[in-house]
């Protein structure tokens, strides 16, 4: 990992269109190719990024980040470099979930019809180099669907599911490949996210998955 803090301003064009003022900045780009611009304050959430597939080229002190997949470029104009350093990380042993958490990826390891009538799974905890899906699945028609499993759905879960689902959709054995975002309660921002990038958001009623009723989830 790099982690830069310099004087910059920021400048997307592609699909939309942003711009931030010239601002002292944190600027990550990660081991995965991702570039990433944070604030100080405000969120956990950087306030601009691009995603891999991607490629940086440093010319003087203006930064171009191109995505490879669409027209998204990122500029990145640097007025003052204050401090830039390199971390290797090491293997990142990947999220341990809850145990509600676990307990509802194992649950519906153990019943993918509830997703849907001659779904079957092909692996739990898919490995990919980004991290393990939680369930790879095929549907009834034999397609393959990625399926992410969380407790409260959040924005950041549905990034993290169109990261897997589109690198999984580069291999021609799985492609074409779909999502489904799982969750005991979903947030509306979530929801319109999913439905941008085309992933199925279900709800999930964990008891009923246990037993205290009949198994059941509502799709939308």
């Known amino acids: 990992m790099r982690l830069v803090i310099a004087k910059c301003q920021v400048n997307y064009a592609g ?17 995965d190719g991702s570039v990433l611009v944070h604030s100080d304050g405000g969120s956990y959430k950087p306030l601009n990024w691009m995603s891999p597939p991607c490629t940086l080229v440093e010319d003087d002190h203006v930064w171009t980040v191109q995505s490879t997949k669409t027209d ?12 830039d350093t390199h971390f290797d990380l090491g293997e990142d042993p990947g999220l341990v979930k809850d145990g509600v ?53 959040e924005i950041d879960g549905v990034e993290q599911l169109t990261r897997y689902v589109e690198l999984l959709d580069r291999d021609p054995h799985l492609s074409p490949v779909r999502g489904v975002f799982a969750a005991q309660e979903i947030r509306p921002q979530a929801r319109t996210l999913a439905g941008d990038r085309g992933i199925t958001c279900v709800t999930v009623d964990y008891d009923a998955l246990r037993g205290l009723d009949d198994p059941s989830t509502r799709l939308f």
């Open 15 to 31: 699909r939309l269109t942003a711009h931030l003022p010239m601002a002292v900045r944190l600027i990550m780009v990660k081991a």
């Open 72 to 83: 998204d470029r990122l500029v990145i104009e640097i007025e003052e470099l204050l401090h």
């Open 101 to 153: 958490e676990a307990h509802l990826q194992r649950l519906l390891a153990e019943n993918v019809e509830t997703f849907g009538a001659g779904w079957r799974l092909v692996r739990r905890e898919y490995p990919t180099p980004i991290g393990p899906v939680d369930l790879l699945c095929r549907d009834e028609s034999g397609a393959t669907v990625a399926v992410e499993i969380k407790r409260r759905g």
